[in-house]
């Protein structure tokens, strides 16, 4: 059985700031806190190093990606389309806090980001991305595709429903009102935009990915 690897967390908002050494003392410092900015890093060097730092210089960012899969497998898969947008999502906890954006697939340009949200689930913010894509991109007139890694919410895009479990309350109204405005768009406009599911395995993570846990 391999060991996991160490992970060294940086806060740079939350109720105390520093690197911490564990995800449980990471996620005390920003649960309930919010705008809180945190990321991962595999060294504690180089999370101190980026705690001196802007953290919108890390967003995103992570070391070079290598495939485990054969050369035929990723002959097959082929490489990403760049002309199109990469949505992703992130929460600390779930529920707990939720934010997602979009980017250029291609630079990592940020195009777009919403929340954080005081109480959400990853899926409902893989949801909104995908949504605010579309809009976007009919906006537009774009004949870019989007990308993402949830095969769940691409699911709920679909069907022009969100499937989720959590149970509206005071809390969540500011994120289930977008989810209604989203339905609504669905529900009253067409698109040609592809959505496509990004190939994790051949191309690591997703470019709009918050790089945090």
Known sequence: MSKKKKKFYTVWKG???GVFETWEDCKAQITNFEGAQYKSFTTFEAAKKALKGNY??????SKVFKSELTEEQLKKIGKPNFNSISVDAASSGNPGKMEYRGVDTKTKKQIFIQGPFEE?????GEFLAIVHALALLKQ????????????????WVKKKTCNTKLERNNKNKPVFDLVDRAINWLNNNTYRTVIVKWETKAWGEIPADFGRK
Not at 142 to 154: L, P
């Open 140 to 155: 537009k007139d774009s004949d870019r595709i989007i990308y993402t890694d949830s095969r769940t919410a691409m699911s």
């Open 15 to 17: 109720h105390h700031t």
């Open 56 to 61: 919108k210089d890390y967003i995103g960012k």
């Open 120 to 124: 959400a689930t990853n899926n409902i």
